[in-house]
């Protein structure tokens, strides 16, 4: 069954991992399969090829560390080695253990290797043999470079049901309890894992709360298991565990002290994946080596025979010949975007989804690894609906965040379903489109209740924008837990609102600011018939009232081919001196038109009617605010546009966008359909700006390249001789 090895190195070496490069020490994990059998039977054991016959001979260890050591630096350049010992229970095997290291160390010494100084040992063990004589030696000679995992499932209940005694049936929790605090008492390198299984969600809450009872100050994890055991309902009942734990951690105040997994940092789960992510892996699988009992290297331990249903072993080499690269390659090159099926690369919050290569294989019809198996899909669902409720809770009640992502960057990277709520007819504009009705309409509660219950449902972003005038409180009760960015006109900032990252103000070019007034994210509305101005107030508020981010916004319907661009220009390059100042005195501030252009790997335009949708006033949806206000509502009965338009809105068909790499481009479908009666084609008015907006970019890029130090630049920009690319296309 799950593989509790894995899932640990999932999530506690990826960590540790990250940490010794943050310290320079990058790392190379050397495991050792030093046993296939254990001291217990556990229900959701991964090893159906345990036996009290298969262990790993001195000789073949030895080879192992002879073979890696020989080789560092040439194939093995980390300067830090990890042994790491597992199994089966790998304490059945301390002598060998004992022996292993000590070679590594004397080898090493004599060596003058480095890895004499940088060295740790690692090991997961059920507990069990915790506080016999020869391990209580082991933990004394190498206090100070060993972490110890100890699987200990929760309350006594919940560890007994699970985990057993090989032979008698007997529930082990007593001895893990005492080995827990024998080696707690001895070092504090130790964390604690918790492994759920369909049988036993019921159990969750109490087993974390019991976990942080009995262990104040020692990390845990805890996680459900990827195979294929879940039923109908059981996501429901892991929703309402952890929604339990979560009101208990927050009501008792507890949230600074318990760091359970389930409730990670508040942006490291339920995104959409960005690319960089799909070119990664969820785990170290082809990263490490791990040697079994008969000397052959696998990429994980789920690789080996003793851990496969169906599928035989994969072996990348051996402590005789080394690594074979050939077979080494697949895992090499294997990552999230080519071993995931449409659906999950598309998924609206795979970020954070676990996924386990082995058990892919073994899963698999044909024995490839490009197999990722989805049986834990509902479960990671309800984990980050779940999360998000503790998150929002945190931030609305007890004003607590923890490393959360600036929005506009989350954005960027990685664009969410959001559906934009239009609380009044006369909330703000947040783009290029006009606004105004003849009467004022705000949106019936129950109306807004079922479109949020829809949002969380369906795993969209919400985004509110408030009106000018005051709020009924039921709706502002009803606003404040909700997992939402809240955009505001500014003359309400002083009556509402506090200040935080999630609340975007909408102020109009020239507003008067209250001294003292700063917020992260602000949409600057601006009148064409004050452009002139635009300079000095964007550099007001960057300096006087230190804004973090501003979003460029004008009424496009007011710009036509007489549009005095030359002074929007001379606005912009005034603007980049600006920003130029704050990059070299490392306070970056950014604007949209100038500086999002920067991280952008592809076209960021609009997304409205594809993953932005509009709910009205009026209770309807549209495709954006703008739709809203001209009367063109959508004709599906769902959060998706009209089938005869999807084709027409996807960037796919956008025959002009697609020869042009201004990527910042707001490329509004509603002014593009004003223009040219087709909602994927832009007006010629709509390219110019972009590209004057583009070469102020180049400009402004150029300048800290080298000028300054700042080379964090995911777009690299070059000179380009048009400002329309409807004319470089040659597409008339």
Same mark, same amino acid.
């Given at each position: 069954?799950?593989?509790?090895?894995?899932?640990?190195? /999932?999530?506690?070496?990826?960590?540790?991992?990250?940490?010794?490069?943050?310290? !320079?020490? &990058?790392?190379?994990?050397?495991?050792?399969?030093?046993?296939?059998?254990?001291?217990?039977?556990?229900?959701?054991?991964?090893?159906?090829?345990?036996?009290?016959?298969?262990?790993?001979?001195?000789?073949?260890?030895?080879?192992?560390?002879?073979?890696?050591?020989?080789?560092?630096?040439?194939?093995?350049?980390?300067?830090?080695?990890?042994? /790491?010992?597992?199994?089966?229970?790998?304490?059945?095997?301390?002598?060998?253990?004992?022996?292993?290291?000590?070679?590594?160390?004397?080898?090493?010494?004599?060596?003058?290797?480095?890895?004499?100084?940088?060295?740790?040992?690692?090991?997961?063990?059920?507990?069990?043999?915790?506080?016999?004589?020869?391990?209580?030696?082991?933990?004394? !000679?190498?206090?100070?470079?060993?972490?110890?995992?100890?699987?200990?499932?929760?309350?006594?209940?919940?560890?007994?049901?699970?985990?057993?005694?090989?032979?008698?049936?007997?529930?082990?929790?007593?001895?893990?309890?005492?080995?827990?605090?024998?080696?707690?008492?001895?070092?504090?390198?130790?964390?604690?894992?918790?492994?759920?299984?369909?049988?036993?969600?019921?159990?969750?809450?109490?087993?974390?709360?019991?976990?942080?009872?009995?262990?104040?100050?020692?990390?845990?994890?805890?996680?459900?298991?990827?195979?294929?055991?879940? !039923?109908?309902?059981?996501?429901?009942?892991?929703?309402?565990?952890?929604?339990?734990?979560?009101?208990?951690?927050?009501?008792?105040?507890?949230?600074?002290?318990?760091?359970?997994?389930?409730?990670?940092?508040?942006?490291?789960?339920?995104?959409?994946?960005?690319?960089?992510?799909?070119?990664?892996?969820?785990?170290?699988?082809?990263?490490?080596?791990?040697?079994?009992?008969?000397?052959?290297?696998?990429?994980?331990?789920?690789?080996?025979?003793?851990?496969?249903?169906?599928?035989?072993?994969?072996?990348?080499?051996?402590?005789?010949?080394?690594?074979?690269?050939?077979?080494?390659?697949?895992?090499?090159?294997?990552?999230?975007?080519?071993?995931?099926?449409?659906?999950?690369?598309?998924?609206?919050?795979?970020?954070?989804?676990?996924?386990?290569?082995?058990?892919?294989?073994?899963?698999?019809?044909?024995?490839?690894?490009?197999?990722?198996?989805?049986?834990?899909?509902?479960?990671?669902?309800?984990?980050?609906?779940?999360?998000?409720?503790?998150?929002?809770?945190?931030?609305?009640?007890?004003?607590?965040?923890?490393?959360?992502?600036?929005?506009?960057?989350?954005?960027?990277?990685?664009?969410?379903?959001?559906?934009?709520?239009?609380?009044?007819?006369?909330? &703000?504009?947040?783009?290029?489109?006009?606004?105004?009705?003849?009467?004022?309409?705000?949106?019936?509660?129950?109306?807004?209740?079922?479109?949020?219950?829809?949002?969380?449902?369906?795993?969209?972003?919400?985004?509110?924008?408030?009106?000018?005038?005051?709020?009924? /409180?039921?709706?502002?009760?009803?606003?404040?837990?909700?997992?939402?960015?809240?955009?505001?006109?500014?003359?309400?900032?002083?009556?509402?609102?506090?200040?935080?990252?999630?609340?975007?103000?909408?102020?109009?070019?020239?507003?008067?600011?209250?001294?003292?007034?700063?917020?992260?994210?602000?949409?600057?509305?601006?009148?064409?018939?004050?452009?002139?101005?635009?300079?000095?107030?964007?550099?007001?508020?960057?300096?006087?009232?230190?804004?973090?981010?501003?979003?460029?916004?004008?009424?496009?319907?007011?710009?036509?081919?007489?549009?005095?661009?030359?002074?929007?220009?001379?606005?912009?390059?005034?603007?980049?001196?600006?920003?130029? /100042?704050?990059?070299?005195?490392?306070?970056?501030?950014?604007?949209?038109?100038?500086?999002?252009?920067?991280?952008?790997?592809?076209?960021?335009?609009?997304?409205?009617?594809?993953?932005?949708?509009?709910?009205?006033?009026?209770?309807?949806?549209?495709?954006? &605010?703008?739709?809203?206000?001209?009367?063109?509502?959508?004709?599906?009965?769902?959060?998706? &546009?009209?089938?005869?338009?999807?084709?027409?809105?996807?960037?796919?068909?956008?025959?002009?966008?697609?020869?042009?790499?201004?990527?910042?481009?707001?490329?509004?479908?509603?002014?593009?359909?004003?223009?040219?009666?087709?909602?994927?084609?832009?007006?010629?008015?709509?390219?110019?700006?972009?590209?004057?907006?583009?070469?102020?970019?180049?400009?402004?890029?150029?300048?800290?390249?080298?000028?300054?130090?700042?080379?964090?630049?995911?777009?690299?920009?070059?000179?380009?001789?048009?400002?329309?690319?409807?004319?470089?296309?040659?597409?008339?």
């Amino acid at each position: 069954m799950q593989n509790e090895m894995n899932d640990r190195t /999932d999530k506690y070496y990826s960590r540790l991992i990250q940490r010794e490069k943050r310290m !320079k020490l &990058p790392s190379r994990e050397l495991s050792f399969f030093v046993t296939a059998d254990c001291t217990l039977a556990c229900d959701y054991c991964y090893l159906p090829g345990k036996n009290t016959n298969t262990r790993m001979p001195f000789e073949v260890a030895k080879k192992a560390v002879d073979y890696f050591v020989a080789n560092s630096p040439k194939i093995f350049t980390e300067q830090r080695l990890i042994l /790491d010992f597992i199994g089966g229970e790998p304490l059945m095997e301390i002598d060998l253990m004992d022996q292993v290291v000590d070679y590594f160390k004397v080898l090493t010494y004599k060596q003058k290797h480095h890895w004499f100084n940088n060295y740790r040992i690692m090991m997961t063990t059920n507990g069990t043999l915790c506080k016999s004589k020869k391990f209580e030696r082991f933990l004394e !000679k190498n206090l100070e470079n060993i972490f110890v995992a100890i699987s200990l499932d929760g309350t006594k209940e919940k560890h007994d049901r699970s985990r057993k005694y090989k032979g008698t049936g007997k529930g082990s929790y007593d001895d893990v309890i005492e080995g827990c605090r024998f080696v707690r008492e001895r070092t504090a390198n130790t964390n604690v894992k918790a492994t759920f299984s369909s049988e036993d969600l019921k159990y969750l809450k109490d087993s974390v709360l019991h976990l942080h009872s009995i262990l104040k100050d020692t990390e845990f994890f805890a996680n459900v298991i990827y195979e294929n055991v879940w !039923k109908e309902g059981d996501d429901k009942l892991f929703e309402s565990q952890l929604v339990d734990l979560a009101d208990h951690i927050i009501d008792h105040d507890l949230y600074e002290d318990i760091n359970v997994s389930f409730f990670s940092e508040y942006d490291t789960l339920g995104r959409p994946y960005h690319q960089s992510q799909l070119d990664g892996h969820w785990c170290n699988t082809g990263h490490q080596v791990i040697v079994g009992p008969d000397g052959a290297f696998y990429p994980c331990n789920r690789f080996i025979e003793y851990s496969l249903f169906n599928q035989k072993g994969r072996v990348i080499g051996n402590v005789n010949e080394g690594i074979n690269f050939d077979k080494l390659r697949p895992f090499r090159v294997i990552n999230l975007g080519n071993c995931s099926d449409a659906e999950c690369i598309g998924c609206d919050v795979a970020v954070g989804c676990g996924m386990c290569s082995g058990l892919s294989y073994d899963d698999s019809e044909v024995g490839t690894i490009f197999n990722r198996t989805k049986f834990i899909c509902k479960m990671h669902k309800a984990r980050t609906r779940a999360h998000r409720y503790y998150w929002n809770r945190l931030a609305n009640e007890k004003n607590y965040k923890k490393e959360k992502t600036h929005f506009y960057i989350s954005q960027i990277q990685a664009p969410r379903k959001v559906l934009n709520v239009l609380l009044s007819s006369g909330s &703000p504009r947040i783009c290029g489109y006009p606004t105004g009705k003849a009467k004022t309409e705000t949106i019936d509660l129950t109306v807004l209740k079922e479109n949020l219950r829809l949002c969380r449902d369906n795993n969209y972003f919400v985004n509110i924008l408030y009106p000018s005038t005051p709020l009924d /409180d039921r709706y502002l009760e009803l606003l404040a837990g909700i997992d939402a960015q809240k955009t505001i006109p500014y003359s309400r900032q002083s009556v509402q609102y506090k200040l935080e990252d999630s609340v975007v103000f909408t102020v109009t070019l020239g507003q008067e600011l209250h001294p003292g007034f700063s917020c992260m994210n602000m949409i600057l509305l601006a009148d064409l018939h004050a452009i002139s101005s635009l300079g000095d107030y964007v550099e007001g508020l960057f300096k006087k009232n230190n804004i973090t981010r501003i979003n460029l916004v004008f009424d496009l319907n007011e710009i036509s081919i007489d549009f005095d661009f030359d002074t929007y220009k001379a606005q912009l390059n005034k603007i980049a001196t600006v920003l130029f /100042d704050c990059y070299k005195s490392n306070q970056p501030r950014y604007l949209n038109v100038l500086t999002d252009i920067f991280v952008l790997e592809k076209m960021n335009n609009c997304s409205a009617g594809i993953t932005h949708i509009t709910l009205g006033p009026d209770g309807k949806r549209y495709i954006c &605010p703008a739709f809203y206000y001209s009367g063109q509502a959508l004709e599906s009965s769902d959060f998706t &546009p009209p089938h005869r338009l999807t084709r027409q809105l996807d960037f796919k068909s956008a025959a002009v966008c697609k020869a042009c790499d201004a990527l910042h481009c707001r490329r509004c479908v509603f002014d593009n359909f004003n223009k040219t009666d087709e909602y994927n084609i832009p007006g010629e008015v709509q390219c110019i700006i972009s590209h004057i907006e583009r070469e102020a970019s180049l400009d402004l890029q150029n300048r800290l390249l080298k000028e300054t130090t700042f080379n964090s630049f995911k777009n690299i920009l070059t000179e380009k001789d048009y400002i329309d690319p409807f004319t470089n296309a040659k597409l008339w």
